[in-house]
């Protein structure tokens, strides 16, 4: 097991690493039969024989990945390579803040306050892929930003699949906290660099403290020979705003678990996401947002472009707890379907047991808006160009709240790439 040559059996952390995979043998692999996973199957991908710890040392140079950072402008990186670690493409630092790596934090005893503190304590112990993630993780970012601190750029986790493998399985593990008055900027992608089947599993928990702002964008624009199940906790204290934004473009099955529980009131939650995907992708975004707290708010808005044979799922889902009054929560999803053989299942939920509370959700599912088209190419707008201005225009609301002018720049580029077209702009 990870890490267990270097853990003493007596550790906190061996019986959290132990609890877990006997958590993961009773419920084994989610299916469908699972009202989470009605529309999602992994019975295709699960027939891979993956090799779960590489054999080999797989090194890259920088001109071969350059092209997946965001080197307009410098950041602190945290890159591995089919799992490891490479110091060669990374940037870290211990200088008022802690980025560096999860094995260090999880082995060395000057981290073990904080590690008994946070690990694995709002994640959860039922879902069986979490808990997998938790007995077998063998490397991630550890992300620490005590107090009053403002990390002085943002901070890049690049998970790269070499391909080296015939079939790989990552299962990372990110920690993050980030202290009261504390702000940070954090972008994560999962890249692999040839068509040999990789499966990703990981698990981020996030820890904002009171007045803390935490800024996180999940960028998956992989080979449609990955799949990544992405599972995302959040524990937000009073006053704290954490924003989520998710680009779903690539690979094959994408399934995102985002849960945000609040623990303290005017805490702001936001989480967005555009998915625009072709052929026969799959992206499923299953939400959470645990309001147990007065005076709250949280905002929901995923956009999603669906085209070829390609299924999208929405499942949102905003529970308000009685204790929870003056709760604000919205929810928007909007879908658009290219062709005749594209679906999306959307299911958006409110448990509501309090009773002064302002809580809308709302989703639409259609086609694009045929006299806006027509009025465009009467404008002398060829019909390519003017279905893309219009998709564009249609996650624009997303793209808007990006923080990071660079980051916006690139989504931007990403999607007038995925639209096939040129869209013009200034960028």
């Known amino acids: 097991m990870a890490f267990e040559e270097q853990i003493d059996v007596t550790s906190h952390l061996h019986e959290v690493r132990t609890s877990a995979i006997k958590n993961f043998e009773n419920k084994g ?26 054999k080999h040392e797989n090194a890259i140079e920088f001109a071969e990945v350059k092209k997946y950072f965001l080197h307009e402008i410098d950041t602190y990186k ?7 670690f490479s ?8 200088d008022g803040i802690d980025v560096c790596l999860m094995s260090s934090a999880l082995t060395k005893p000057k981290y073990k306050m904080v590690i008994d503190e946070y690990f694995n304590k709002i994640a959860s112990k039922d879902e069986s892929l979490t808990t997998l993630n938790t007995a077998f993780a063998n490397e991630g970012a550890y992300i620490n930003i005590p107090k009053s601190k403002i990390a002085d750029k943002p901070i890049e986790i690049i ?5 080296v493998e015939n079939a790989l399985m990552v299962q990372p593990r990110n920690l993050v906290i980030v202290g009261e008055n504390a ?4 972008i994560e992608r999962h890249q692999s660099l040839n068509e040999n089947p990789v499966l990703t599993n990981a698990v981020t928990e996030i820890f904002a403290q009171k007045r803390a702002i935490v800024d996180y964008y999940k960028i998956q624009n992989d080979l449609q020979s ?39 009131e005017r805490i702001d939650s936001t989480l967005k996401g555009i998915t625009i995907i072709g052929d026969k992708q799959h992206v499923d975004h299953y939400t959470l947002v645990h309001h147990a707290s007065p005076n709250c708010e949280s905002h929901q808005n995923y956009k999603t472009i669906l085209a070829d044979s390609a299924t999208g799922v929405f499942n949102g889902k905003i529970f308000v707890e009685k204790e929870a009054q003056k709760t604000d929560a919205f929810q928007q999803n909007n879908n658009i379907l290219i062709g005749d053989k594209a679906t999306i299942n959307a299911k958006p939920q409110l448990e509501i047991f309090a009773d002064d509370v302002k809580c809308s959700h709302g989703c639409t599912i259609g086609q694009l808006d045929e006299s806006a088209m ?10 390519k160009e003017a279905k893309a201005l219009l998709m564009y225009a249609f996650s624009n609301e997303v793209i808007e709240s990006i ?25």
């Open 87 to 94: 110091s060669f493409l990374s940037a870290t630092t211990h």
């Open 226 to 264: 990955s799949n990544l199940i992405d599972n995302t906790y959040i524990s937000q204290k009073q006053e704290s705003r954490v924003s989520v934004h998710t680009f779903s473009f690539g690979g094959n099955i994408t399934r995102n678990n985002l849960n945000f529980y609040h623990f303290g």
């Open 159 to 163: 998970y790269f699949s070499t391909g």
């Open 78 to 84: 945290v890159i591995f390579v089919d799992g490891k």
């Open 183 to 186: 702000h940070v900027q954090i």
């Open 374 to 383: 027509f009025y465009m190419q009467q404008r002398g707008i060829p019909k």
């Open 29 to 54: 692999f989610p299916t469908k039969k699972e009202e989470a996973w009605k529309y999602t199957s992994l019975n295709a991908i699960l027939k891979n024989e993956y090799s779960v710890f590489p």
């Open 403 to 427: 923080k990071i002018p660079e980051l916006k720049q690139r989504i931007t580029k990403i999607i007038a790439n995925k639209l096939g077209v040129n869209l013009g702009f200034d960028l």
